[in-house]
């Protein structure tokens, strides 16, 4: 474990923190107005490796050599100029902060972080910190990777869950949640929806997909599977009669069979590492999704994905109902998939790069 402490002046800032894996949706925008929840655990960190935030530069003022030695392989609007290695946690892990009344502007009903850095040092004023609030933004605070500093903590070290423990101790996202609204709609202060989550996720996995599919139809597993991959699957890659399967595979469930070209597969919640599939399926591609997710989609309960018809099997018994559905078609997070797919070599290939310039339109039509 650590705690992070200010450079200027060595104050502590934060509780011991245990490091995680950076969250897929760490950077999404999610509708308009709406209220996201904190998006780190209590206890936990993780560092984006990239640069984040102002100042930022057009696509047009980078040269080529640059764009792709930062890993970006197609064109983006904008790209970050500030520091890599910021950190990422919950606000109430914070210590030892203030906010910083000048940089305390917003976007729309809170804090944005778009003046810099909003939140110095309590001791020695320096600024440190930034923290989000507003609506459609995850809940966080980010520290300056310059103004802070990691210092383990004695005695405390954690050593990250096997696959095995993970099965037993980890909890699945669940794929609908409610999202609280600044105003009440239809009589409520919230709606259920697919989660932001599982379409941050989606999203992500998609473009590993989209990389993996060779210009092929891709098909997917039944179930919750096939419902928030394969409309967008169809939408986007050409049909024909040469189709590559994509399967579900992790600790936990049989090994695929040698005819899996794809693997959605877990990756680990602390490490971030990509859970590999072994033999027979060996060459299968990997694209990885968030434990929680993965585990949704592994191991789904009894009313997931869709109402069956029917009573309840003989010896089940249940005292809650399911989740309320939305009342719409999954979408993935198109802003995900892009972030993702400019950040794959296989991008610069035409069919991918013909993809990627269709988004937007595709995005008009409902499709995300």
Not at 32 to 47: D, I, S, W, Y
Not at 130 to 142: E, F, G, P, T
Not at 353 to 359: M, N, P, Q, V, Y
Request: with cysteine; aromatic share 8%; glycine share 10%.
């Amino acid at each position: 474990m650590f705690v992070f402490v200010c450079t200027g002046c060595g104050a502590e800032l934060t509780t011991p923190l245990s490091r995680v894996a950076l969250p897929a949706h760490a950077h999404q925008r999610y509708g308009n107005g709406l209220q996201l929840p904190v998006l780190m655990k209590p206890g936990t960190f993780a560092e984006d490796p990239e640069p984040w935030g102002p100042p930022w530069r057009r696509w047009e003022d980078i040269p080529p050599g640059e764009a792709v030695a930062r890993g970006i392989y197609a064109p983006v609007h904008a790209l970050s100029d500030s520091a890599p290695g910021s950190i990422v946690i919950a606000p109430g892990d914070a210590r030892g902060t203030v906010l910083i009344p000048e940089r305390a502007g917003g976007n729309c009903c809170g804090l944005d972080g778009t003046d810099g850095p909003n939140m110095a040092c309590e001791a020695c004023g320096m600024p440190v910190a930034s923290r989000i609030d507003d609506c459609s933004l995850w809940q966080a605070v980010w520290l300056a990777p310059h103004a802070v500093r990691r210092l383990p903590v004695d005695g405390a070290d954690s050593v990250p869950l096997s696959w095995a423990e993970l099965l037993k101790e980890e909890k699945p996202t669940p794929p609908f949640e409610p999202i609280a609204t600044w105003g009440p709609q239809s009589g409520t202060d919230h709606f259920w929806s697919w989660s932001p989550q599982w379409e941050a996720a989606v999203g992500r996995a998609l473009a590993h997909l989209l990389a993996a599919s060779e210009g092929q139809q891709v098909t997917v597993s039944d179930g919750l599977s096939k419902e928030v991959f394969q409309r967008t699957l169809d939408a986007l890659l050409p049909s024909g009669p040469q189709t590559r399967r994509a399967v579900l595979a992790g600790p936990g469930l049989p090994a695929p069979d040698a005819d899996a070209d794809i693997a959605l597969v877990p990756t680990h919640p602390q490490t971030g590492q990509t859970w590999t599939p072994g033999a027979p399926a060996a060459s299968a591609y990997p694209v990885p999704l968030p434990f929680g997710v993965w585990l949704s989609l592994a191991f789904p309960k009894p009313h997931l994905p869709l109402p069956a018809s029917g009573g309840m099997p003989a010896g089940v018994l249940r005292d809650d109902p399911p989740a309320p559905r939305p009342r719409y078609l999954f979408r993935p997070d198109p802003s995900v998939l892009r972030h993702t797919l400019v950040r794959l070599p296989a991008v610069r290939s035409p069919r991918l790069r013909e993809i990627l310039e269709s988004l937007s339109g595709h995005a008009r039509a409902g499709l995300f």
